[in-house]
């Protein structure tokens, strides 16, 4: 019988190369594939992709297996940056990351895979997948509660996680990196991608600015007395605490970002951890469920962003596609626009989008 064939997704990282590595030691017959998104030429000269395709390409070589390099900037842009855009004129801070697996490695680039003959795809995500009794996927948290990436997955539904293989599930980051080096990949060492996906680390300021005209204005307390200027009300998101020029005034403390209203370009902060920085409860629209949907008044876990502690809270069905998420305690910085997500037990049951949250004061 022929082997099973495995289209991965390979991003020049430590993590997809060693998932790489464990699919060829399990027998399939791997295929690689870099995928642009973006192309990094066309700002500030600066060009990470050639550095990560280099990477892809020695791995490969070692690995003795065929790679592939495809472009989805095109889609990237219509799918995923024009609702980044539109996220922040509207005053919310979005996750592209969210939507960059739901629009583009479980979309065009399992389409793509497919044209290669692929039985399965499967990515370097720290997540776990299994089948219920109506051998549907399910997703679940991975072994590695700090580097879990659930949170990412919650947009994808159970067609887009139909013959999809994550090899990190049962492996911690230690255990990939000793993998890496026990087995002289060149991505052993390598520094672990931060900030946002297309962007990385360049001045997100410049690089927003270049997309969304900003002003600036006024820096208010929650009392209404102005105590600085803010360079574009965008720039900001809930919980801040760096960036907008204000020392330890008042009472010393740190000024945090609270809240941010773009009709009147007006920044509001205020010092310490306030009451007005917790949240007692979130409205969540575009909710996708991915292997079943919750009763309501069902007992939940939460998280609001990546690495967040999972907190216990009570969900409501609002609508079909909208969830009221009820924290048995207050919730630190819950900013609309990024995902809720929620958990029974391991199990991801699906996330969306922050559109409201409720103080706790």
Same mark, same amino acid.
């Given at each position: 019988?022929?082997?099973?064939?495995?289209?991965?997704?390979? +991003?020049?990282?430590?993590?997809?190369?060693?998932? *790489?590595?464990?699919?060829?030691?399990?027998?399939?017959?791997?295929?690689?594939?870099?995928?642009?998104?973006?192309?990094?030429?066309? %700002?500030?000269?600066?060009?990470?992709?050639?550095?990560?395709?280099?990477?892809?390409?020695?791995?490969?070589?070692?690995?003795?297996?065929?790679?592939?390099?495809?472009?989805? +900037?095109?889609?990237?842009?219509?799918?995923?940056?024009?609702?980044?855009?539109?996220?922040?004129?509207?005053?919310?801070?979005?996750?592209?990351?969210?939507?960059?697996?739901?629009?583009?490695?479980?979309?065009?680039?399992?389409?793509?895979?497919?044209? &290669?003959?692929?039985?399965?795809?499967?990515?370097?995500?720290?997540?776990? &997948?299994? !089948?219920?009794?109506?051998?549907?996927?399910?997703?679940?948290? *991975?072994?590695?509660?700090?580097?879990?990436? !659930?949170?990412?997955?919650?947009?994808?539904? =159970?067609?887009?996680?139909?013959?999809?293989?994550?090899?990190?599930?049962?492996?911690?980051?230690?255990?990939?990196?000793?993998?890496?080096?026990?087995?002289?990949?060149?991505?052993?060492?390598?520094?672990?991608?931060?900030?946002?996906? %297309?962007?990385?680390?360049?001045?997100?300021?410049? %690089?927003?600015?270049?997309?969304?005209?900003?002003?600036?204005?006024?820096?208010?307390?929650?009392?209404?007395?102005?105590?600085?200027?803010?360079?574009?009300?965008?720039?900001?998101?809930?919980?801040?605490?760096?960036?907008?020029?204000?020392?330890?005034?008042?009472?010393?403390?740190?000024?945090?970002?609270?809240?941010?209203?773009?009709?009147?370009?007006? &920044?509001?902060?205020?010092?310490?951890?306030?009451?007005?920085?917790?949240?007692?409860?979130?409205?969540?629209?575009?909710?996708?469920?991915?292997?079943?949907?919750?009763?309501?008044?069902?007992?939940?876990?939460?998280?609001? =962003?990546?690495?967040?502690?999972?907190?216990?809270?009570?969900?409501?069905?609002?609508?079909?596609?909208?969830?009221? &998420?009820? %924290?048995?305690?207050?919730?630190?910085?819950?900013?609309?626009?990024?995902?809720?997500?929620?958990?029974?037990?391991?199990?991801?049951?699906?996330?969306?989008?922050?559109?409201?949250?409720? +103080?706790?004061?």
């Amino acid at each position: 019988m022929s082997r099973k064939r495995v289209v991965i997704g390979m +991003s020049g990282g430590v993590d997809s190369s060693v998932a *790489a590595l464990l699919l060829k030691e399990q027998g399939y017959e791997v295929i690689g594939l870099f995928m642009l998104n973006w192309h990094e030429e066309d %700002f500030y000269g600066a060009c990470t992709a050639e550095e990560d395709y280099t990477d892809v390409r020695r791995v490969s070589s070692l690995l003795d297996i065929p790679y592939y390099t495809v472009d989805f +900037s095109r889609e990237y842009k219509d799918r995923v940056f024009r609702f980044f855009l539109d996220e922040y004129a509207k005053g919310r801070t979005p996750n592209p990351d969210v939507l960059c697996n739901r629009e583009i490695k479980f979309g065009p680039f399992r389409d793509f895979a497919k044209k &290669l003959g692929a039985d399965y795809i499967a990515t370097g995500h720290y997540a776990g &997948l299994r !089948t219920d009794e109506n051998g549907l996927p399910v997703l679940y948290r *991975a072994k590695d509660e700090n580097k879990d990436q !659930t949170y990412f997955l919650n947009q994808l539904t =159970r067609e887009q996680l139909t013959d999809v293989l994550f090899p990190l599930t049962e492996i911690t980051k230690p255990e990939v990196r000793r993998i890496a080096e026990k087995h002289h990949l060149v991505t052993a060492e390598k520094k672990d991608s931060t900030g946002i996906c %297309f962007i990385g680390e360049r001045d997100f300021r410049k %690089f927003l600015s270049e997309y969304l005209p900003m002003k600036e204005g006024d820096i208010k307390t929650l009392d209404g007395k102005t105590i600085g200027r803010h360079k574009g009300v965008f720039y900001y998101t809930i919980g801040q605490r760096k960036g907008f020029g204000i020392g330890g005034a008042g009472n010393g403390e740190p000024y945090y970002v609270i809240y941010k209203d773009i009709y009147t370009n007006t &920044l509001y902060v205020n010092q310490g951890e306030c009451p007005e920085l917790f949240s007692k409860e979130l409205t969540a629209e575009n909710f996708n469920f991915i292997h079943r949907k919750i009763t309501d008044g069902e007992r939940v876990l939460a998280r609001t =962003r990546h690495r967040q502690e999972l907190v216990s809270a009570t969900a409501y069905l609002i609508n079909s596609s909208t969830v009221r &998420l009820v %924290f048995d305690e207050p919730v630190r910085a819950v900013t609309p626009g990024q995902y809720a997500v929620i958990y029974c037990g391991r199990d991801c049951i699906g996330g969306g989008v922050i559109s409201e949250r409720t +103080s706790s004061f």
